[in-house]
């Protein structure tokens, strides 16, 4: 099993979250039949308009969650790019809860607590500077919403160390 860290990419090579440290990464458990599925839009935005700043989307595809992404990398890749533009990193396909979870989910389990296990599609993981998580948002809070952008912007003004 990988590392807290390394993730698969979605259509091979590694996303490796040290590679983005002195970055705020966003982690988000995604799927392409979902009602919230329509926030991979809301994602590209943030992404495209926080970027610059220091600010990452990595998004997970998951099955976890009512067998709402049964697509295949292919699939899943052609999806996000024709459907909403995806440019942001995506991970490969992971189980996000339970015993079978990927470590990064583990962790953020050990260090967050219960509210770091995905409930449901689309929740999101905010990691600092350090590489550490720092917050959780539940799948309704939106890529626009005021808490998630007060959130990326209070870790995105903590120095690098």
Same mark, same amino acid.
Request: hydrophobic share 35%; net charge positive.
């Given at each position: 099993?990988?590392?807290?860290?390394?993730?698969?990419?979605?259509?091979?090579?590694?996303?490796?979250?040290?590679?983005?440290?002195?970055?705020?990464?966003?982690?988000?458990? /995604?799927?392409?039949?979902?009602?919230?599925?329509?926030?991979?839009?809301?994602?590209?935005?943030?992404?495209?308009?926080?970027?610059?700043?220091?600010?990452?989307?990595?998004?997970?595809?998951?099955?976890?969650? !009512?067998?709402?992404?049964? !697509?295949?990398?292919?699939?899943?890749?052609?999806?996000?790019?024709?459907?909403? !533009?995806? /440019?942001?990193?995506?991970?490969?396909?992971?189980?996000?809860?339970?015993?079978?979870?990927?470590?990064?989910?583990?962790?953020?389990?050990?260090?967050?607590?219960?509210?770091?296990?995905?409930?449901?599609?689309?929740?999101?993981?905010?990691?600092?500077?350090? !590489?550490?998580?720092?917050?959780?948002?539940?799948?309704?809070?939106?890529?626009?919403?005021?808490?998630?952008?007060?959130?990326? /912007?209070?870790?995105?003004?903590?120095?690098?160390?």
């Amino acid at each position: 099993m990988s590392s807290p860290e390394m993730f698969d990419g979605l259509m091979g090579g590694q996303v490796n979250l040290a590679d983005y440290r002195g970055k705020v990464v966003l982690v988000v458990n /995604t799927a392409s039949q979902c009602g919230y599925t329509g926030q991979y839009a809301g994602l590209e935005t943030l992404w495209k308009s926080r970027q610059r700043e220091g600010l990452v989307i990595i998004g997970v595809p998951s099955n976890d969650f !009512g067998g709402q992404e049964p !697509g295949s990398a292919t699939e899943i890749k052609k999806f996000c790019e024709l459907n909403y !533009g995806v /440019t942001f990193p995506m991970a490969a396909k992971y189980a996000v809860r339970g015993p079978s979870a990927h470590p990064f989910y583990r962790n953020a389990l050990s260090v967050l607590g219960s509210k770091a296990e995905p409930k449901w599609n689309f929740h999101k993981i905010l990691i600092g500077k350090d !590489g550490r998580p720092v917050a959780t948002f539940a799948s309704a809070v939106t890529p626009q919403s005021t808490e998630l952008g007060q959130a990326i /912007t209070n870790a995105l003004a903590v120095p690098k160390k």
